[in-house]
């Protein structure tokens, strides 16, 4: 009568976790990667432009961020790393290898430094406060008439001369550099714009009528027809010169907060570890533990690597690496995870993975890949940036030259050209999808959803049916004693009892099963004697004089046990008779546990509009039960590991897009195949490699929270795309027809670029 459910099977983890996903176009065998860190970008068409010269080079494939800073490049052999940062160089920019991350400080010594402490960050503040400090005089006086005293136009020169030489020489650098090199950059646009209005200013003021004593100068938001002579803009060199610092402070310090994530993640890990060393505890930094070490984790303490528990017995609060608030208890045996706290008693822990092999590491590599990559719209958007600075000096140099055709009028003409360089900026083009991956992913480390990349988010758009494995992903994938029934005139707890003693000495998973409910039910278990397993029918024992049986060993069985052994059966749990002198006594019954959160969580599923598939190796019985306790109306039963495959291809020939979540080594291919997998990541390493979005827990409602997040992510790039095209295409027509102040045209660019940042921060709210 005992019938046995197929299991998804399990595979140790690897040693060495696979190499992150490399970039486009690297699959050729003796190709190298590397990361390079690029200093001196200052726009998205800067970042076009050295991603452009490295993919020149032979057999060179690059991509280059500008919102991390960093470029990842594939070459091939014959080329070194020297090579490629002379090709950055040559281009007008700095390049390095990162720096190895370097070790925090103990807690008795230095204090780290806190996040906000960036020199570069905090220079550029000093900049922008001396600047505004000295360019506020000068705005308030140009556009208040009234305020105008005799020579208040030599005050404003004074004051204006070191914002536009000292504050812009970010700007006037960058573009000198460029000239050198023969290209044209976003800060080109802001040294013409202001330095063309300050040079106006110096002629109106040397040459003209502008510096004579009782002079006054209307103030106008549009172009408006002036005498040339007296026509001064020194507002608009200074005022522009502060609010472009002030864009570009706001947006480096919104970059750094949209990274701070993945740097939290990565500072997660503890920094030192008492290790066992014959016999002795000795205090040893964390980078030093190799596998195979056993080291002490006391409570409070962090666990320093992943680990398989030795001795002792505790709670351990994964609340900091996954976002599960219940602790959960470790026994010898259980396995650990690195950076997690042990918040009860004393531990001793083999160590199995080390450095860049722990789940934290790869965690973090993860992470930071999918910030480092582009999706397809992206990269539209690098394009158009590349191009749009040539673009716009051809648009201001038909606006000066329409302008003054048409009117006469110099002044009007000049404002206008103005008004068209330093609005044009494509800062905001560059940076709408890169901040909101940075924020995007670093919220979904926290919430433990790991991304592998921006081409990712596109596929959650599309998805409309989720493949659901059951072993493991639904259920627990462990075996629980779920009923008992005893014939009459036997005592239930005696039943239990005694096929729990003979079961405690066998190794099948329905044996382990029996036994450990029957201790949790009954207590101590008595002793067994004699013991004896019949393969695939049950075990026999003496105990206390008994002799027990538990299996498929009767020949015959009362019709009342039979009819309650078909019952759970129906019900898809697993029956097991139990009898003692010949006669049986009883059944018991085991299943794999639903999960407790799986019925909410394809509630949720539902919610975003998926269509539930419950895919097992089980029999039908079995899946109908589980599916029935969840709310699955559609189930796809006793397929082997191999056919899974063909499952989802039959789906996605039928017109749907799927996704397709699972924690086995057979449902890797699975989750390849799928238009969108996700692995739980309490399950096996190949199932992890293989998807496109993990979750750390082994909790199904992350699988919807994910879909959430990566649509909400996908959402905030293209509202901050539509944004940054309507902006440029919209304010460049009204800059061209003269109807914006040069120094308005100014703030309103800086604007674009802060609120597409300020729009991706707002996913570090999402829940």
Request: glycine content about 10%; proline content about 6%.
């Amino acid at each position: 009568m005992t019938t046995t459910t197929a299991r998804t099977p399990s595979a140790p983890p690897p040693s060495a976790s696979p190499p992150s996903a490399p970039p486009p176009g690297d699959d050729a065998p003796g190709r190298s990667r590397t990361e390079l860190r690029i200093g001196g970008m200052t726009c998205a068409s800067c970042a076009a432009r050295v991603e452009k010269k490295l993919n020149r080079m032979d057999g060179v494939t690059a991509t280059v961020n500008y919102a991390t800073e960093k470029a990842r490049i594939s070459y091939p052999p014959g080329i070194g790393i020297a090579d490629l940062i002379a090709t950055v160089e040559r281009t007008g920019y700095t390049a390095e290898e990162p720096p190895p991350p370097e070790p925090a400080p103990d807690s008795e010594g230095e204090k780290a430094r806190p996040a906000d402490d960036d020199p570069e960050l905090s220079a550029l503040g000093r900049r922008l406060s001396v600047s505004a400090l000295l360019a506020l005089p000068v705005v308030l006086l140009a556009m208040i008439p009234a305020a105008q005293f005799d020579n208040w136009q030599w005050l404003s020169l004074t004051l204006a001369a070191p914002v536009v030489v000292w504050g812009g020489l970010p700007f006037h650098r960058a573009t000198w550099t460029n000239l050198r090199h023969g290209a044209a950059t976003m800060d080109t646009l802001v040294t013409l714009g202001t330095l063309a209005a300050f040079g106006w200013s110096l002629w109106a003021l040397f040459f003209g009528d502008a510096g004579m004593p009782g002079m006054r100068h209307p103030f106008d938001l549009t172009a408006s027809p002036a005498d040339g002579s007296s026509a001064i803009y020194l507002e608009v060199a200074a005022g522009v010169t502060v609010f472009l610092l002030l864009g570009r402070y706001l947006e480096a310090r919104s970059k750094r907060r949209a990274g701070a994530a993945l740097k939290a993640l990565m500072e997660l890990g503890a920094k030192d570890v008492t290790v066992l060393r014959d016999g002795r505890e000795v205090r040893v930094p964390a980078d030093r533990l190799a596998v195979g070490d056993l080291f002490v984790v006391r409570p409070g303490e962090k666990i320093a690597t992943d680990g398989t528990v030795v001795e002792g017995t505790s709670a351990v609060d994964a609340s900091l690496l996954t976002g599960e608030s219940v602790p959960v208890d470790v026994t010898p045996g259980d396995t650990v995870t690195g950076a997690t706290v042990n918040a009860g008693g004393r531990l001793v822990i083999e160590a199995t993975r080390v450095g860049a092999d722990t789940r934290l590491a790869r965690m973090a590599r993860m992470v930071e890949d999918a910030q480092n990559g582009k999706a397809r719209v992206q990269r539209l958007a690098d394009r158009v940036s590349g191009i749009f600075v040539p673009v716009v000096l051809l648009i201001a140099v038909g606006t000066f030259g329409g302008w003054l055709g048409a009117t006469g009028d110099t002044v009007a003409a000049f404002t206008a050209a103005v008004a068209v360089l330093i609005i044009a900026c494509p800062c905001a083009l560059g940076l709408a999808t890169p901040t909101a991956l940075l924020v995007g992913t670093g919220r979904g480390a926290q919430l433990g959803i790991l991304i592998k990349g921006p081409e990712v988010l596109e596929s959650t758009r599309r998805v409309d049916t989720v493949v659901l494995d059951k072993t493991g992903t639904v259920t627990t994938g462990r075996m629980t004693l779920h009923t008992v029934y005893a014939a009459q005139g036997t005592d239930e707890r005696e039943l239990l009892r005694l096929a729990g003693a003979v079961e405690h000495a066998s190794e099948h998973p329905v044996g382990r099963a029996v036994a450990a409910g029957a201790a949790e039910r009954v207590g101590t278990l008595p002793p067994v004697e004699g013991f004896t397993n019949v393969p695939g029918r049950g075990v026999r024992g003496r105990v206390e004089g008994r002799e027990v049986t538990v299996g498929r060993l009767f020949e015959q069985v009362p019709d009342e046990i039979a009819g309650a052994a078909e019952e759970a059966e129906r019900e898809g749990r697993t029956a097991v008779l139990v009898g003692w002198d010949g006669a049986v006594r009883g059944m018991v019954a085991v299943a794999d546990a639903v999960k407790e959160t799986s019925a909410e969580a394809v509630a949720r599923l539902r919610a975003l509009g998926l269509r539930p598939v419950l895919l097992t190796g089980d029999n039908r019985t079995v899946a109908e039960s589980v599916a029935r306790q969840v709310g699955i109306d559609e189930v796809i039963a006793d397929v082997l590991p191999e056919d899974k495959v063909a499952v989802v291809e039959r789906l996605r020939t039928e017109g749907r897009t799927v996704a397709m979540v699972g924690d086995g080594v057979n449902d890797a291919a699975a989750l390849a195949t799928a238009d969108l997998g996700l692995a739980m990541g309490t399950g096996t390493d190949v199932a992890i490699e293989a998807s496109d979005l993990t979750l750390v827990r082994g909790d199904l409602r992350v699988a919807a929270d994910a879909i959430r997040l990566s649509r909400r992510t996908l959402a905030t790039i293209k509202g901050n795309l539509v944004w940054a095209f309507g902006y440029n295409v919209a304010a460049l027509p009204l800059a061209a027809a003269g109807l914006l102040n040069p120094m308005i045209a100014g703030a309103a660019m800086a604007f674009s670029s802060v609120f597409v940042v300020t729009n991706s921060l707002r996913l570090r709210t999402f829940h």
